[in-house]
Each structure stands twice: as C-alpha cells, then as structure tokens.
C-alpha cells in the first residue's frame, strides 16, 4: 500500500499531472507537491503525488555509499 | 532516474550485503549477540523479504516485522463492522483491495460481493466520489484504513466532498498513527528492539523531526529508509553503526524523497479536518489517541455516525496475527501457518495483505 514508484510528470493541469509510470500514463493530483515542474519525478500513493524526488539528493546519497564501500566500509556514513 | 536505477542493482548490492555483515559481526563483538532491528513499515517487511535480504542476513542481524500493515493492525471487530456495513442494499461500498479477501468473523467482503452486494476496489479514495455522483440514490462509503500516508488523502477526499457538495458520500475512519503504536510497544516491554528501520513514505508526510523522540525519550536509534535493495541494506548498515557507537540518533537516509519537517500541506490537511481518537489495534487493544476521525463539524461525512452498525463480538481463533503484527513471534511460530492458513485460503490478515508479514514468509522465504 506504501510503497512508492517513481513518476515522470508529463503536463500539468490545474490541481492533476498527466505522469509516466513505468511506460503507463495517467493523471494524478498534485495538491501536496504544488511546486513541482514538467520532467520532474515524483512518488505517488492512493493516485496523488506525495513528493518531488530530488535527484541531487539521490546523487550525493549513492556516491557517498559508494565511497564507503569502496573503502571496505572502514568509515561509517 | 539512472540514479535510482543503481538502487536495485545486484552488483551494488552485493557490496552492500558484505558491508551490512561486517557492521553486525562488530555488534556481536561488542555485545555477544545479534543486533535486533524493527522494520516498521509493511512495504520494508515485503521489500525486505522479496529482496532476499532477510534470508542472507538471518545468521547475522534479527530483523523482525513490526505494526505497519495497515489491514493487518485493523482489530476484527473494525472489520465485522465494515463487512456488516455492506449488507444493505442502498449501500455502495468502496476499498483498497487488500480489504476484499481478509476474513471476517462470518465472511469477508469477496464473499459478500459475489453475493450480490455492491463493493468496489478504488485506487484513490477520490475516485470514489465519482461513483457518488454516478449513484445519487445509493449511499457511498469508503473504508478508510490506513496510517500518514494515506490519512491526508483521506482528508482531502473530505474537503472535495464539501466543495462538490455530495451529500450521499461518507467515510469509515479506522487509520492508524504510527508514533502511538511505537511508544506502545516500547513501553510493554514485550519486545527488545535495538533499533527501528523507519517507514519511507509515512515520513514524506511527518517528517524526520517526528520521530526524534525515540531517541530523545527511548534512547532507540533509527534509520529512515527507502524501498530498494540498496536502500534497505544502506539503513540496516546505518543503524548498526549508531547501535556500535552508541549513538541514540536519527537519522533521514531517504533524504531525495523526506524532509526534516515533512510535507506541510499533507499535515495541516490531516489539522484541518481530523482529530485525534481512541483506535483498536488487532492483538494490542484501544491505544489512547492512537488513530484520527474526522472532527465534529464534518460529522455528516463520518459513516461510523451515519449508519448503525451492531455486530457481535468476535470470537477467539487460533490466529495469531495480533503477536506477529507486535513482533512478538514470527509467522512460523504459528500453528495455521502454511497449515490452514495459506494466500489461497487466509485465516488471518498478516497472510492476506500485500505487506502482511505472513504473505512475505510465505511466498518468499518458506522451506519445503
């Protein structure tokens, strides 16, 4: 029930946003995520965007586990 | 969204696994035992479970599942009454599909449906007040289940109602609130967890900041964590980290999704028109304020005050979801298990929902 799948936003309307889903479209709403822009990806849940995925975020996320890992997880994150 | 693609990657993952193992064999350095780690969240129990991380990791950290399932901690008399509630013939009742196969006392809602009763999956609550307005003559109710995550949606459902001015449309409250149950739990004493894996998507709604008080009134480190592999394996290394340090912090590892103070809009939605309530929980009982209803001047919109409902009281069965959704025992510690209790023929809702830690014993990490 929770868990979230990335999102695609193709077009907004209003309060909905026509999003890609793994190749399906459909529209969600967009009321909890006011702020966000056409080729953002957001979560959704129950047919409403719940928040925008900040891919900076992700980026820095994966290079710092990365480095971790590199050193044979001598320093912890 | 290649980024997010690395997540679930097997190479990644693998490093991750060797790095998780490393952490918990200096836990059992330290302490002489395996660390015990919560996953809150029902998705993480099926995450963690379908990825194969419980199983490669069973000799080295005790992970066990705790009360995120929100069909699984609904008490049987919540559902008695829900399955009651669509015996008449005026009615159109609404739902998540999870609520369709889990059993009642006498029957479950599948059951009522192919009797003739009018029940529909939804994928949004919203979706459900198309159907009231298609169906001016019927009354439509929605059974809302569900923890944060869902609880805003609900609320929105609610003030798309007032502004469409549907009048045959009404809500069966029984969410759930994640903090009570937590500190519940922690207070029982019934269950020695070293530290919580703490649900994605309920802290997009509440935030990092609303579960500081695990540790500040605990002393229980936590990790909030994402849904992949990697993700999972990452938080688990985490917290064994603070667990080896000593550190009772939290900690957002899910930081490209959750933000300190949460999504502002979704809470002050749940403010506008919920308030808190007394909420029964299967195998634990009411936990005071544990759960939201909806605030008395959207009372037309309550479907618990709409409609009298009287069942009696369930009867006591051999299942034993109550203890498992505490953490208490593992689904094979269960005489119905892989017995009479099977997804094909489920006694229990821990073996009928998508995040029941039953459904991920049995279909991913069974022997036979």
Known sequence: ?77 | METLNLLSDPVYAKDSVDAVIHAANRFKEKYGRKAVLMEVCGSHTMAIAKSGIKTRLKDDVQLIAGPGCPVCVTDQESIDSMIQLSQESNRILCTFGDMMRVPGSKFSLMQAKTEGKDIRVVYSPLDTLKIAEQNPDKEVIFLGIGFETTIPILALTIQEAMTKRIKNFSIWMTTKLVEPVLRNLLESGQVKVDGFILPGQVSVVLGKNRFLYLAKDYKIPGVISGFEPVQLLRGIYRLLNLLIDEKAEIINDYTYAVKDEGNQIAQNLINDYLMPNDEGWRGIGIIPESGLDLKEQYARFDAKKKFNITIQKPKMTKCRCGEIIRGLISPEDCSLFNKGCSPINPIGPCMVSAEGTCAAHYQYMREE
């Open chain 1, 1 to 77: 029930m929770c868990l979230g799948v990335p999102a695609k936003v193709i077009r907004i309307e209003a309060e909905k946003a026509l999003v890609d889903v793994m190749g399906s479209r459909m529209y969600v709403g967009i009321v909890f995520v006011p702020e966000v822009e056409i080729n953002d990806f957001v979560l959704l849940h129950a047919g409403q965007a719940m928040t925008i995925i900040d891919e900076v975020y992700a980026k820095e996320s994966i290079e710092e586990w990365r480095r971790v890992l590199d050193g044979n997880f001598k320093s912890t994150i």
